[in-house]
């Protein structure tokens, strides 16, 4: 057990380190988009309530956890392949799919940590105040939020890994999480033939979760739909990683392009 | 003679990296007339390239002057690089997304040829350069070759007066180095001047007139090129071969140096270098012989390289 | 200028169009691109609804079919100096018979022309989809206006990337700037809430060039602020042309130029 925890944190450092030095989508990303949306969400009410005020913020979170994820967990196959280093990921000693999860591990630390210092520095120089009535289960839910990250992370990696258009699929995959998820427009404004697509996203759930939370009422079964979502994306992940790898040893390349 | 096409003067070249200063060039004077080939020799970072770049207007020298074609490289760059093309070797400085055509055409236009001579043009220049049944594919669809090639097409296309290669020959496998020499040919007999770095020593062979050779960023020898494989204090090395005991040298005469006589599997081989054939050289050479049990011997002319290796190699 | 520069300019905008179709074909364009943008813009459209209703959805609108310019503009034109650089072209182009700001003048053409057509496509889409459509109808008109903008904030964004070339930092700063003119530039936040936010949009484009469309859908008079905006996109290209022009003799005397 602690050798894979090694493992997996072994990967995690990696990509943190990788992170400070690349750090130009990430910083984008993870520091200016939550900065202009709270702007955006904040400005329009100049004297809006606690509890409206941790909605918003709470959405923006999530908004650029997934704008962070699309454009860095997502891209850590790609990167590797850029620099000619996923062969050695691929037949390295240690297993490679604990590497590749505690990369996006990393990924999505590094952006939660980057997103609630940016949110945090904000609010204080707005001088907003936040109110969230149940913290443990609000930080709870910032965890599953963080897991629910790596295995969207390592499954984006690996569908990106087979399309060179890797950089045009992440904007394009970006606003239709933005729009249908619920995150900062209400799932009410949406027409009710597109709802159901909201239920397969993980952050959805975690937004309820959250919010409840923070309002004192935890939403337990959407805990429990971002339990579930976030096996299920590790799951097709990792099958999908094993794939890659053995489609490498079958045709000598890791360019499915 | 003719007037000098290109003339250089007193170049020198130096960077200035981090405070320290490396100087790539100290003083280059040299000159290269219509319908002639002058080769640059020199190891890694003598500063052919920089001299490269210099002549096509790139970087501006720190000192000295150069004409091109009368106009100074300096002041007037426009007016040198209209008479000028450049190959680059190696694969890189094309648009690899787009076709050869395409790519032939913008650099065309931008060398200066006119609307007209370029669509004139452009069919026979991809003829020439075999690329004609690939021209419509994307050049990251090519060989290494076949990249060198439409290099050389693009330095053609505007016909110059001065054409500078810098090692086009690297990665060409031997059938299409030596097309780009026959191009090369081609052009010094209409009269181009043509200067060329090269690190293989086949292109110089072939092609050169004049060798420059650069060391420590100074001209070390400019000369005609068989006055420079003379240079190298011999013009041929005689190897014999033979059974049993190796036989003395005795008293070498004139012009004649023996390396050594080395023991090779149950014989013995001896290796002499001559400066020239002369009566003593082949009286000595006979009696060595007669006296030994001979299986064989070869003769072999010096060739660029022996002098390439030694001019370079040696000190001072 | 002769009709052989013409001719030359004409070239280099083939060669631009060219370009852009390898990076972005039809294909990438239809499926990736322009969806991205017209989804961009209903997002920032319906966010505007969220914070004022009806009347904030139409000014976000008005703001966000100006704001996926910069898709291509700022953004999109970020890396577009790098390219040459990539390539090992850029000797060619800095020894060329055109100058080498024509060259990169003239390849935006396929990125203005690409800016216009998602504009016109928000319109189409978002407009109706949103309860906009009168909006996208009296915007129509406008298209010219939202031209201007185009142009100002193509010239900013090659000002900054070619300022960005020799740090490498062109994703930065490509995207940096857009997230800059999203948050100051008028676009969904109305002038006047922030007092620096005011200052430093003035001089960033599209935020003067918003307001003139925004008035003149009110019937209100226009000419200044699309004057204004004008300055903004001349400065911008002046510096471009400055650094470009900068960048080209240093190269040459420091020998800096990726050769081959
Ligand atoms: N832009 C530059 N900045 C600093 N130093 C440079 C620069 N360009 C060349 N040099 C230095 O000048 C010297 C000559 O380099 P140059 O490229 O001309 O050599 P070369 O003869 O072409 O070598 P090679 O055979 O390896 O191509 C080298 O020491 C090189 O490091
Ligand atoms: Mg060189």
């Not at chain 1, 454009?71 to 850029?82: N, T, V």
């Not at chain 2, 001299?51 to 020298?61: A, E, F, G, M, V």
């Not at chain 2, 001979?294 to 022996?306: G, K, N, Q, T, Y």
Request: a positive charge; one cysteine or more; hydrophobic letters at 50%.
């Amino acid at each position: 057990m602690s050798a894979v925890a090694e493992v997996l944190w072994t990967g995690a450092r990696h990509q943190l380190q990788t992170m400070r030095v690349g750090w130009r989508v990430a910083v984008i990303v993870a520091a200016i988009q939550p900065v202009v949306f709270l702007l955006i969400t904040l400005g329009a009410w100049p004297d809006g309530s606690a509890a409206a005020t941790t909605r918003s913020a709470t959405g923006v979170l999530l908004t650029a956890f997934w704008g962070a994820t699309v454009w860095g967990g997502a891209a850590i196959l790609r990167r590797e392949r850029a620099e000619g280093t996923i062969g050695a990921l691929l037949t390295g000693v240690r297993d490679p799919r604990l590497v590749l999860v505690g990369k996006a591990f990393g990924a999505s630390l590094g952006s939660v940590a980057t997103i609630m210092t940016t949110i945090a520095l904000v609010l204080a120089l707005l001088g907003r105040p936040v109110a969230v009535a149940e913290p443990g289960w609000y930080a709870v839910g910032l965890l599953a939020v963080l897991a629910s990250g790596t295995a969207l992370g390592t499954l984006l990696s690996c569908l990106f890994l087979m399309t060179r258009h890797g950089p045009e699929l992440s904007s394009a995959l970006m606003y239709p999480v933005f729009l249908l998820a619920g995150l900062l427009i209400p799932v009410d404004m949406i027409p009710a033939w597109l709802r159901p697509a909201a239920w397969v996203v993980s952050l959805h759930w975690a937004q309820r979760f959250l919010t409840g939370s923070a309002q004192g009422a935890p939403d337990w079964p959407a805990l429990g739909a971002v339990v579930l979502l976030t096996v299920g994306y590790l799951g097709a992940g990792i099958a999908l990683f094993g794939r890659i790898g053995r489609l490498v040893r079958e045709r000598g390349t890791v360019d499915h392009s | 003679m003719a007037e000098p096409v290109v003339a250089a003067e007193g170049v020198a070249r130096w960077f200035d990296v981090k405070r320290a200063r490396v100087t790539a060039l100290e003083s280059v004077s040299f000159e290269i007339r219509a319908g002639e080939v002058v080769t640059v020799l020199g190891t890694n970072g003598a500063g052919k390239t920089t001299l490269t770049k210099i002549l096509s207007t790139l970087l501006l020298p720190s000192r000295g002057t150069v004409l091109v074609n009368g106009h100074d490289v300096a002041a007037d760059p426009r007016g040198a690089r209209a008479a000028t093309g450049v190959i680059f070797g190696g694969d890189r400085g094309l648009y690899t997304r787009l076709s050869g055509r395409d790519n032939l055409r913008f650099f065309g236009m931008l060398s200066g040829v006119g609307r007209r001579d370029l669509r004139q043009r452009l069919p026979g220049a991809l003829e020439q350069v075999g690329l004609a049944g690939a021209a419509d594919r994307a050049v990251e669809t090519y060989s290494k070759g076949m990249r060198q090639r439409l290099h050389i097409a693009i330095g053609l296309i505007g016909r110059p007066r001065v054409l500078l290669l810098d090692e086009p020959t690297v990665g060409l496998d031997p059938v299409e180095a030596q097309r780009l020499r026959a191009a090369v040919a081609d052009l010094r007999a209409d009269g181009a001047a043509i200067m060329l770095t090269s690190h293989n020593l086949l292109d110089v062979e072939r092609l050169a007139d004049r060798v420059l050779m650069l060391r420590g960023g100074r001209i070390t020898h400019d000369l005609p090129l068989p006055e420079f494989v003379r240079q190298v204090g011999h013009t041929a090395t005689v190897t014999v071969r033979g059974r049993g005991r190796p036989p003395a040298p005795g008293a070498l005469p004139d012009g004649v140096t023996v390396s050594e006589v080395a023991d090779v599997d149950g014989g013995w081989e001896a290796t002499f270098y001559l400066r020239g054939w002369d009566r003593q050289t082949f009286d000595y050479l006979g009696g060595f012989m007669a006296d030994a049990d001979v299986l064989d011997c070869a003769v072999r002319e010096s060739r660029v390289d022996d002098a390439f290796a030694r001019l370079a190699g040696a000190v001072g | 200028m002769t009709t052989a520069d013409l001719w030359r300019a004409g070239e280099s905008v083939r060669m631009g169009v060219r370009l852009y179709l390898a990076e972005y074909p039809p294909r990438i364009l239809a499926t990736t691109v322009w969806p991205r943008a017209v989804l961009q813009c209903l997002f920032l459209t319906l966010l505007g609804r969220v914070v004022g209703g009806a009347e904030g959805a139409r000014f976000a609108f008005v703001g966000a079919a100006a704001l996926i310019v910069t898709l291509r503009t700022t953004t999109g034109l970020s890396d577009m100096p790098m390219r040459d650089k990539l390539y090992g072209t850029l000797p060619r182009v800095h020894t060329g018979h055109l100058s080498p700001i024509v060259v990169l003048a003239t390849r935006t053409v396929p990125y203005l022309v690409d800016a216009l057509v998602a504009v016109v496509l928000c319109l189409l889409v978002v407009g109706p989809v949103t309860g906009n459509a009168a909006t996208s109808l009296a915007l129509a008109p406008l298209l010219p206006l939202y031209a201007v903008v185009v142009l100002t904030s193509a010239a900013a964004g090659l000002a900054c990337a070619a300022l960005a070339v020799r740090a490498g930092v062109d994703e930065l700063i490509g995207n940096g700037l857009s997230y800059l003119i999203i948050a100051v530039g008028g676009v969904l936040i109305p002038p006047g809430v922030l007092g620096w936010a005011d200052a430093l949009g003035s001089v960033l484009p599209i935020r003067h060039g918003l307001q003139a469309i925004r008035a003149a859908l009110a019937g209100e008079p226009w000419l200044a602020h699309l004057a204004a905006e004008l300055g903004v996109g001349l400065g911008w290209a002046l510096l471009a042309l400055v650094t470009v022009a900068r960048q080209t003799r240093r190269a040459r005397r420091r020998g800096d130029t990726d050769f081959y």
